[in-house]
């Protein structure tokens, strides 16, 4: 089912499942290589959603701000590469979604415990904005926040279950946007865990 959200935004419910199982696995390679770790804002609070990257660049805050590094900082080496099942994924359903010719150069992946959050936020750190952001949604349930180009434009809750695909592109590229606290379940596969896969042209 194709889900237009708004003019850019659309959502792809159960894109991934076909996939489930290679996307994991490939995710078990790039955490070993780079471990999910707890950043630090500019503002010198520690994020409760833990991230690790791969591809050309990995998205990275510390004191010194937000930007997109070819090394993790962490072992001082390239970013695990790009798996194939994930760049395959991430241009398909951005072509599905209007945005054929899409190629990330990097995927954020983003780890939620019960109780991790991501406040209101645009994601301006890439180089042209006017390449769409796929994400991928595995594991436990989120209340996702979509916003408008104001951060006091009242957003509308979109829940993103396990599976779930959302290309945001267009007009919604710049949208502020975040996730509520999660709740405390199990799923089946991920246990108390929401992954979510943001795929990137950064540089
Ligand atoms: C998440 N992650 O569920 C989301 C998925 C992040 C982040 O927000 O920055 O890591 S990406 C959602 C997104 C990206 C770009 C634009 C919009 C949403 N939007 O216009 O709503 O962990
Ligand atoms: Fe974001």
Redo the contacts with the bound molecule.
């Keep these: 089912a194709r889900q237009e959200l708004a003019d850019g935004?659309v959502l792809l419910r159960g894109r991934a499942l076909a996939d489930e199982e290679s996307l994991l696995a490939s995710l078990d390679g790039i955490v070993a290589a780079a471990p999910f770790r707890h950043m630090v804002t500019p503002g010198g609070f520690t994020m409760s959603?833990a991230?690790t990257s791969c591809g050309a660049a990995g998205?990275v805050t510390d004191r010194g701000g937000y930007r997109y590094a070819p090394l993790d900082p962490l072992s001082g080496r390239p970013w695990p590469p790009m798996p194939a099942v994930f760049l395959k994924l991430a241009t398909s359903a951005a072509a599905e979604a209007g945005f054929a010719g899409f190629m990330p150069d990097t995927c954020?992946v983003?780890r939620?415990e019960p109780g991790a959050r991501?406040s209101l936020?645009?994601?301006k750190d890439e180089g042209d904005l006017g390449h769409p952001?796929v994400?991928v949604?595995l594991g436990l349930p989120?209340m996702?926040q979509?916003?408008g180009l104001a951060r006091n434009d009242k957003p509308q809750k979109v829940p993103?279950e396990h599976g779930d695909v959302?290309v945001?592109g267009g007009p919604?590229?710049?949208?502020?946007?975040?996730?509520l606290a999660l709740k405390d379940s199990a799923h089946p596969r991920l246990g108390r865990n929401?992954i979510?896969l943001?795929f990137r042209k950064a540089l």
């Design positions: 935004a959603v991230m998205w954020l983003n939620y991501m936020h645009q994601d952001i994400s949604s989120a996702f979509f916003g993103l959302v945001w919604s590229r710049l949208a502020f946007h975040g996730v929401r979510n943001t």
